[in-house]
């Protein structure tokens, strides 16, 4: 039995660059994020048994909240210092982590999908293990009103 429990994020900095997205912790530490996020519309569904972070920045794309999604290794205390938060998902079971982000569990597999008629900021979703990284950006699908907008 696990003593991992469901934690609330708090803002944190976020520096987009040209070689990856860097994300400051309250803590001081820094995770980086390499490479140019792949685009998806509407949604991401990882690989069974990946960690999986999901980035949601503000506007200004300079700040934002990031949770964890079935992190079941970082004890809670560690979670609560670096301002990340965390979802703990059974499987089918769905979650608001911002209003307009939903994860969704489908047997190890996280499904992040957005709805861009309510967040204005920007998505991305982490899956990593020891084997690699891939990253995505969530977009409007082409021809979804908000798509135009957010290009302008």
Known sequence: MSNRSDIPPDTVSVELTE????????????????GVPAKAEESVTTAPGKDTHVLIT???ETSGIMVYVNDLRTHDDIIEESGVGRVILD????DEL???VTVTDHQMRV????????TDGRV??????EMGERSFEIVAAEGDSTANERSE
């Open 19 to 34: 070689d990856g997205i860097a994300v400051e912790y309250l803590d001081g530490r820094t995770a980086f994020y390499h």
């Open 58 to 60: 503000d506007r200004t």
């Open 98 to 100: 911002f209003p307009g």
């Open 91 to 94: 499987d089918g079971e769905e």
């Open 124 to 129: 991305f979703v982490f899956e990593e293990d």
């Open 111 to 118: 499904e992040v999908t957005v709805d861009y008629d309510v």
